[in-house]
């Protein structure tokens, strides 16, 4: 990373050439990243902290009821949903952590340092407005997905062996479980649902980088009050809910294009691949209309920092 | 040469005008002192010097316009807007491996040599150190990065005594070297004096006075008039006069110090009497 290298002084026009200085090599992204990570040490702390929740809760919950556990394993219909069980429980609780601290982070990124007063140091290196957005949106769009996926990677391996541990014994063995348990194949799908999140969800992380960046205070009432305006306006002028139906379809609508519709009670199909629908998900409009709003909301936002001073 | 060379440079918040035509020249290798009250547009002349606002009329900061070409210019140029705005929440390890990391002009070997003369822990948090502490901090990591131009916006606010020496000797004696600029601003005059090259008092968005302290010395004199005297040196039109322990005390602008002599005990007026006399008449408003 840094290279020293006696090189002779950048000339600007007319500038006289000063004999050797010692210019190396910076890497203002990657280390701006870093900046977000060890600002936001809940960005890690919170998905953990639900995470060993949620394996205590399990461990409790296994160890209290365990002949009835090893009862419902055994049952060959119901096999594979209850195996499965834990792992998708423990995935979706962290990754609903997940998004909402990524929400919370988004809200404060741009307004931190703001009313710190911290952006004048900031602004004192040569780390440009367009980089430093860059970095912030990576972190709900990139970085935050690689460590949910590491920390429910780790959490399925603790259940993993929890389940190793305790269950069988009452018919139900380790190799049934096993059997039943397409790990590998369930964390590329858990892949697959990150991205597929990161792209569905930009535009929504973006605004919220935007408000961030934009307003002097409340910055959460000021990103939530107007879209919830707009539809209550809407409702009584109209009485139509178009808008309320756009958010919620961009809130939740990526469930539907990206996994293939399951009927209500039927048991978890055997390869969670087979699931996916990568090929309608990125075909939907709505996919790229979303990244081209997106990138709008982040340009407006490295114009206002370059603009806009301390609060 | 000039570092930073602006012509006509204006800049209004809405109503108010905050830099009403402005031509400044600040050369190489010159220590400048920025001098005048509070809200005369030191900090919005700084800000357009540094890129961080927009204006109207020619600005050139090493030849390169500020706003326009701001990032390349911050490779240059080091700026401490007030030593109390480094994060709370960061480690004194982080903020060098951070700027070392971003900044391709800092000699981290410097830097750490700058801070084992304190007593700052690496491990400690922004929000731990003193404010003291923080400015010797934030100076290590300035004077480490080997820029060519240093903007100052009052560095000393709120520091001791030992603080503000320790902060000038170490930037005479570590961090200047001839062809490096500095601009200062600060209100505490007296401090500065030593240090100065060149000074400029603005007032209402304007340059009210610009020299260099070689010229100031020559062309500012100040004299302690016996009472005698007194009718004959109000004679040579003095800008100002004011009383000191019942002697009266005169300041002159160009006039020949031999005259003056006569008259009393001369000597260099401080920046702050000066400033005094030469804002005075326009203050308050």
């Known amino acids: 990373m840094n290279t020293q290298s006696d090189a002779v002084r950048e000339t600007a026009a007319g500038m006289p050439a000063v004999a050797t200085a010692n210019v190396t090599t910076t890497r203002p992204l990657y280390w701006s990243v870093r900046r977000e990570l060890w600002e936001n040490r809940s960005l890690i702390i919170a998905p953990v902290t639900v995470a060993v929740v949620i394996l205590v809760g399990f461990l409790i919950a296994a160890l209290r009821a365990l002949s009835h556990l090893r009862q419902a394993l055994v049952d060959p219909e119901h096999q594979r949903m209850a195996v499965q069980m834990p792992y998708d429980v423990a995935a979706a609780l962290i990754l609903v952590t997940a998004v909402i601290t990524a929400a919370f982070y988004c809200l404060d990124a741009l307004y931190g340092e703001r009313r710190e007063r911290s952006i004048l140091f900031w602004k004192s290196l040569p780390v440009s407005d367009t980089t430093t957005v860059l970095s912030k949106i990576s972190i709900p769009l990139v970085v935050l997905p690689l460590i949910t996926f590491a920390i429910i990677v780790a959490t399925h391996v603790v259940i993993l062996v929890m389940g190793i541990v305790i269950l069988p014994g009452g018919g139900f063995s380790a190799a049934t479980m096993w059997a039943e348990l397409p790990l590998f194949r369930m964390w590329i799908a858990l892949l697959y649902a990150l991205a597929v999140l990161a792209l569905w969800h930009a535009p929504l992380y973006a605004w919220l980088l935007l408000v961030s960046g934009w307003v002097r205070k409340a910055a959460f009432l000021w990103a939530m009050l107007p879209p919830f305006a707009i539809a209550v306006l809407e409702k009584i002028s109209f009485n139509t809910l178009y808008f309320r139906d756009f958010l919620k379809y961009r809130a939740f609508g990526w469930f539907p294009l990206a996994f293939m519709p399951q009927p209500d009670n039927a048991p978890p199909p055997a390869d969670p691949l087979s699931t996916l629908t990568p090929g309608r998900f990125l075909s939907t409009p709505g996919v790229w209309l979303g990244l081209v709003v997106a990138a709008i909301f982040l340009a407006m936002a490295v114009r206002q920092r370059r603009y806009r001073g301390p609060l | ?285």
């Open chain 2, 1 to 285: 040469m000039a570092c930073i060379e602006a012509r006509g440079l204006r800049k209004a918040f809405g109503t108010t005008i905050a830099l009403d035509g402005v031509d400044l020249r600040v050369d190489e290798g010159r220590i400048l002192g920025l001098v005048g009250p509070n809200g005369a547009g030191k900090t919005t002349a700084l800000n357009a010097v540094l890129g961080l606002t927009a204006y109207e009329g020619s600005l050139k900061v090493l030849g390169r316009d500020p706003w326009q070409e701001r990032d390349q210019l911050m490779r240059d140029v080091c700026f401490v807007a007030d030593v109390a705005v480094l994060p709370r929440w960061m480690r004194v390890s982080q903020a060098l491996d951070y700027v070392t990391g971003v900044h391709p002009r800092l000699d981290r070997a410097k830097a750490e040599g700058f801070l084992a003369k304190t007593q700052i822990k690496r491990t400690s948090k922004v929000r731990e150190l003193s404010k003291g502490m923080v400015a010797q901090l934030h100076l290590a990591l300035i004077m480490a990065i080997d820029a060519k131009l240093l903007v100052l916006d009052e560095p000393t606010l709120g520091l001791d005594i030992l603080f503000r020496k320790q902060f000038y000797d170490s930037l005479l004696n570590d961090y200047f070297d001839h062809s490096r600029t500095i601009v200062v601003t600060t209100n505490q005059v007296e401090e500065i004096q030593n240090v100065l090259t060149d000074l400029m008092f603005i007032n209402h968005g304007r340059i009210a006075l610009s020299c260099s302290m070689e010229e100031f010395e020559l062309r500012y004199a100040e004299v302690m008039v016996k009472p005698e005297q007194a009718a004959a040196a109000r004679a040579l039109q003095p800008i100002q006069e004011r009383q000191v322990f019942g002697r009266s005390i005169l300041l002159y602008d160009g006039v020949d110090r031999q005259k003056l002599a006569a008259l009393g005990e001369v000597r260099t007026p401080s920046i702050a009497d000066l400033f005094v006399a030469v804002m005075g008449n326009n203050y308050p408003q």
